[in-house]
């Protein structure tokens, strides 16, 4: 296949990475406004998309990590770097099946997380071990994805009980309007963080073919092609891990909405300063289950808290499993790569007709669930007929 040709398909298969990243994770920022109604689905899926395509223009570290660490630039004997845009576009195609399974499962796994194993399992079957930088794999991904979940986590129980302590039980109310500011500064942080991934990705593939040199920052029009998916992709509304997030992990309060996504904000924000290519959904679920330690009364669902933390430990090896088949495949060449796209689009539409039978959108939020406390609503007054009733007319007689 033409390398101009194989270059553009794996632009096109990330920029469809970064949409289902989009919807996959609208659910960090917005599950839990929505579930407290201070902001309406698509008002809130809408406000994310803005804040996501501005935040991706902010930064480039977590860009670098990528295409300039994760996969080693060259093999120390003045070899190239090692990776291929065929094995890019394996590494893709393991990324996004993983995302579409987990989504379709209603797990908020973790899309970086799935990109990242993909390329792992790609990379390796083309070059071997070698092709992977141990070192930022640990320091950069493994090591955050330990302790960013648990430092959010105990910073959101922090903030919960100080909200609780400080704050009159009449005054709470407040949050709800707080949770506009908080929820629209996770979106930014998240834009920040994980638009980039998709960047590294075409600038890593642009590199492998020569077009791009090594150590070369992604272009402009890569960060705005990046932006512009990312930004569609949480408009559409990952609905069905909202649902997830904002009412089956615990129910959730305005102050806890306000304490989890101010906890995740900075642990994101932190991160991405830092270069560390961290699951945003990770922070925002260990959020979420932070607040509902720290409200008395507040109860965790931990069958599905265990759900989720399974979720994270498979995903890179289920996507780089994923991954690795599809490389073999793309070894055979122009028709191993035919392949591939056609069992990866054939995978994503089987998928997604699985998920009508189970359709959640924004509609589903305006019904309460089961056992959700819902105020009822009060009976009209009558109104009173004019005139004289028959009884005052009877005693005037």
């Known amino acids: 296949m033409d390398l101009t040709v194989l270059v553009v ?21 917005m599950a839990t406004p929505i579930a407290t109604g201070a902001l ?100 950069k991904v493994l090591i955050p ?11 959101a129980f922090l903030a919960t009980k100080i909200a609780y302590g400080l704050v009159r039980k009449r005054e709470r109310d407040g949050f709800k309007r707080g949770q506009i500011l908080t929820s629209s500064l996770v979106s930014l942080a998240h834009g920040t963080n994980d638009a980039q991934k998709t960047m590294g990705v075409i600038t890593l593939t642009l590199i492998a073919a020569g077009m791009l040199s090594v150590d070369a920052h992604p272009p402009f029009w890569v960060i705005a092609a990046c932006a512009v998916a990312i930004a569609a992709g949480t408009y559409a509304g990952g609905w069905r891990i909202i649902k997830t997030l904002g009412r089956d992990l615990t129910e959730i309060e305005p102050a806890q909405g306000f304490a989890a996504e101010a906890s995740t904000t900075a642990t994101i924000l ?42 994270w430990l498979i995903t890179i090896p289920a996507s ?39 359709k959640v959108s924004h509609r589903s939020f305006h019904t309460p669930e089961p056992g959700q406390f819902v105020k009822p609503k009060k009976k009209p007054k009558k109104k009173k007929r004019k005139g004289k009733n028959k009884s005052t007319k009877k005693g005037k007689r």
């Not at 990330?14 to 920022?29: K, S």
């Not at 793309?330 to 039978?357: N, P």
């Open 320 to 358: 780089g499993t994923i991954a690795a088949l599809a490389a073999l495949i793309a070894t055979f060449g122009f028709w191993g790569i035919v392949v591939d796209m056609v069992l990866a689009l054939g995978t994503i539409a089987g998928i997604y007709l699985w998920s009508r039978r189970d």
């Open 40 to 139: 309406k689905p698509k008002t809130a899926v809408a406000l994310a998309a803005v804040l996501n395509l501005i935040g991706a223009f902010l930064s480039t570290e977590v860009a670098r990590t990528i295409s300039g660490g994760l996969i080693r630039e060259s093999d120390g004997n003045g070899g190239g770097v090692l990776i291929s845009p065929e094995l890019i576009l394996a590494g893709l195609i393991g990324a996004i099946v993983w995302n579409l399974i987990t989504w379709l499962l209603r797990l908020p796994s973790s899309s970086s997380h799935a990109l990242f194993g993909g390329l792992i399992g790609a990379a390796i079957v083309g070059f071997g071990t070698q092709a992977i930088d141990g070192g930022v794999l640990i320091s």
């Open 270 to 311: 932190a991160s991405t300063h830092l270069g560390f290519a961290l699951s945003t959904t990770q922070v925002a679920s260990g959020s979420v289950i932070g607040t509902g330690l720290g409200r008395k009364g507040a109860k965790v669902r931990w069958g599905t808290a265990g759900k989720i933390a399974i979720g």
């Open 145 to 155: 994805a330990v302790l960013a979940p648990v430092t959010a986590m105990l910073v």
């Open 9 to 29: 398909l794996v632009i096109g298969l990330a920029l469809l990475f970064d949409f289902t990243n989009g919807f996959h994770d609208t659910a960090n920022a």
